[in-house]
C-alpha cells in the first residue's frame, strides 16, 4: 500500500501567482499541487495536497491525517506565528511533521521570525521556494521507511 502524506497549505496560498510573486513565486497553487503530487510519485507517496484559509480546518485535516496518513508536510502561512491549536494538534497526532515556507521567514518581518510549528515539527524548510516541497517530501519518504518494519534488516 502507498504512503500518504498529507501536504497542508494555510491562508492565502490560494493566491499563489498573484499575490507578491517577488517573494512568493509566479507558480499557482494548482502548479504547487501538480508538483506535490510528482514528486510524491517518484519517491513513492501519495501526496494528499489540501488549501484553507480557516485555522480550524487545518486542525481537523491535522486530526485527520492521524490515521490517514504517514507524515505531514506544512506550510500553516500566517497561522504559523499565531496557533496554538495547530501546534497542539500537531503534538497530538504523533506524525513526522516538516515545516515549509517559500520565502525565508528569518529575513522578513520580526514577527514571522516565531513559529508554534518548529516545536513540533521533525524539520524546518524556508526560503527555497516550492522546492521546499519537494525537499520536504524526501524527508517524509525516508523517515517513513525507516518507520516501515518491512524495510528493517532481518537479524538472525
Known amino acids: 500500500m502507498t504512503p500518504v502524506v498529507f501536504v497542508l497549505n494555510g491562508p492565502n ?3 499563489l501567482g498573484l ?3 517577488a517573494i512568493y513565486g509566479a507558480g499557482t497553487l494548482a502548479d504547487l499541487e501538480q508538483q506535490c503530487r510528482a514528486s ?3 519517491l513513492g507517496l501519495s501526496a494528499d495536497v ?24 506544512l506550510n ?11 501546534h497542539d494538534a500537531l503534538r497530538a497526532v504523533g506524525l513526522p511533521v516538516i515545516e515549509v515556507h517559500l520565502s525565508n521567514v528569518h529575513a522578513r518581518e520580526s514577527f514571522r521570525h516565531h513559529s508554534f510549528v518548529s516545536p513540533v515539527a521533525a524539520g524546518v524548510i524556508v526560503g527555497l521556494g516550492t522546492d521546499g516541497y519537494d525537499f520536504a517530501l524526501e524527508a517524509l519518504a525516508r ?14
Open 13 to 15: 496560498l490560494n493566491l
Open 19 to 21: 499575490r507578491e510573486p
Open 40 to 42: 510524491a510519485a517518484r
Open 50 to 73: 489540501r488549501q484553507s484559509n480557516h485555522e480550524g480546518d487545518l486542525v481537523d485535516w491535522i486530526q485527520e491525517a492521524r490515521t490517514a496518513a504517514q507524515g505531514i508536510v
Open 76 to 86: 500553516a502561512g500566517a497561522f504559523t506565528h499565531t496557533s496554538v491549536a495547530i
Open 143 to 156: 523517515r517513513i521507511s525507516r518507520r516501515d518494519p518491512s524495510s528493517e534488516p532481518i537479524t538472525a
